[in-house]
Nanobody, 121 residues
Framework: QVQLVESGGGLVQAGGSLRLSCAAS????????MGWYRQAPGKQRELVAQISSGGTTNYADSVKGRFTISRDNAKSTVYLQMNSLKPEDTGVYYC???????????????WGQGTQVTVSS
């Protein structure tokens, strides 16, 4: 099994910062991409940021220049540093990891439980 546990969400004023963490554990052979999605009420889940095993990053246009994704491979953890937060950043943030499990030649996506981020105006 593979589990992803998220932390770091909360309530912050517009212009403030939060740092989300997501740690993977379990039967992990290696992790390919990791990243974050978010979902606001009544809206579809959207990709916020992703990072490859080699460190290549990709961001949604709405967060470029404000958010930074990083990972610590030794800890199987992905982070999302969110600066200059806006009310429209409010939503539930879900991390994911593309994991190759031990004794497996293929990879699958696993998801965290979600963490609430609320940005007040």
């Amino acid at each position: 099994q593979v589990q992803l546990v998220e932390s770091g969400g909360g309530l912050v004023q517009a212009g403030g910062s939060l740092r989300l963490s997501c740690a993977a554990s379990g039967s992990i052979g290696s992790i390919r991409s990791m990243g974050w999605y978010r979902q606001a009420p009544g809206k579809q889940r959207e990709l916020v940021a992703q990072i490859s095993s080699g460190g290549t990053t990709n961001y949604a246009d709405s967060v470029k220049g404000r958010f930074t994704i990083s990972r610590d491979n030794a800890k199987s953890t992905v982070y999302l540093q969110m600066n200059s937060l806006k009310p429209e950043d409010t939503g539930v943030y879900y991390c994911y990891a593309e994991v190759r499990r031990v004794l497996s030649v293929s990879s699958s996506n696993y998801w965290g439980q979600g963490t609430q981020v609320t940005v007040s105006s």
